[in-house]
């Protein structure tokens, strides 16, 4: 194999060419990879980000339209008197208004785990007191706390850091990294609520980073393909072109040896301006300098 490259110009300039060919597709592959990569997070949380903004407007509606055909008052709804559930724990509660929610909010709270995405959407207020979970996390309790832990998490207060900031946040798609009680991490991204102009909490999109590094691994495995099929067909048209361009050497060479063993009545064709073309007229040349000094040679 070793021979067989060092004995053919056309292998070893081929070689050459799609070694820095690879080396210039792989940076290019890294930085494509690398900026779509950013591009599709970036693009993921923009849309976590408007889903936490369209669920609080919706709340926010829902709200005010029960406040306005006197379903429930203002002072209602924003009940911070917390009624214990006696014998769980972690500790659950009701408030003047979280059967109402369990109506009007679940099925709007569950649309938008339609997108997979999605581990959980809700609303909570400004101590972080979630009425009305997901239906997925309202399960019959078990007694079994580490079931319980994650099947039913309804009308508890997620008052820890992330979960305050998010209750108390008012800025639209507030972005933060959720680590939550069950050992998964998220993207946590809220947007606050109001109503009648007063701030009664957040809209809490929780988002999978789990299927984001699993999109991103997907793109990254897809351009990595696209771009192996790329070089693997660029290898080999590199060395179909160099052996086409490099094919009249040969020639030339052959003729040279017939120089060189006295053979000399045959035309050397020059049929190119290029390198290959100067070297066949050089060769023409002398074969014609051999041939006259050879017939000279016979006269005499």
């Known amino acids: 194999m070793f021979k067989f490259i060092t004995d053919r110009i056309g292998v070893k300039v081929a070689l050459i060419v799609n070694l820095v060919l690879l080396i210039v597709i792989a940076g290019g592959s890294f930085y494509i990879v690398e900026n779509q990569s950013s591009s599709l997070e970036t693009q993921l949380q923009s849309q976590a980000r408007l889903l936490s903004i369209i669920g609080a407007q919706s709340v926010t509606t829902i709200l005010e339209e029960a406040v306005d055909n006197g379903v429930m008052t203002v002072t209602d709804i924003f009940d911070q008197n917390y009624v214990q559930i006696p014998g769980l724990d972690p500790p659950k509660y009701h408030t003047k208004y979280d059967f ?39 399960k019959p309790l078990t007694g079994d706390p580490e079931k319980d832990l994650l099947g039913n998490r309804t009308k508890r207060v997620f008052n820890d850091p992330v979960g305050i900031k998010a209750a108390q946040n008012t800025e639209e798609g507030f972005l933060q990294v959720y680590q939550r009680d069950t050992g998964e991490t998220m993207w946590d991204v809220s947007t606050p609520i109001f109503v009648k102009g007063r701030h009664w909490g957040g809209f809490r999109i929780g988002y999978s980073i789990e299927k984001t590094i699993e999109a991103k691994n997907n793109l990254r495995s897809s351009l990595f393909f696209i771009m192996l099929i790329i070089l693997l067909i660029s290898i080999v048209l590199v060395f179909v072109v160099v052996s086409q361009a490099l094919k009249p050497l040969g020639y030339l060479t052959v003729i040279a040896g017939k120089l060189a063993d006295g053979e000399v009545d045959q035309d050397i064709k020059v049929t190119t301006n290029d390198e290959i073309g100067k070297l066949a007229n050089v060769l023409e040349r002398l074969r014609l300098s051999l041939k006259s000094a050879m017939d000279r040679l016979r006269r005499k």
């Open 100 to 138: 109402y929610f369990d109506k009007a909010l679940l099925k709007l709270q569950d649309r938008f785990l339609a997108d997979t995405s999605v581990r959980f959407a809700v609303t909570v207020d400004t101590k972080g007191y979630l009425p009305t979970h997901n239906s997925m996390y309202q």
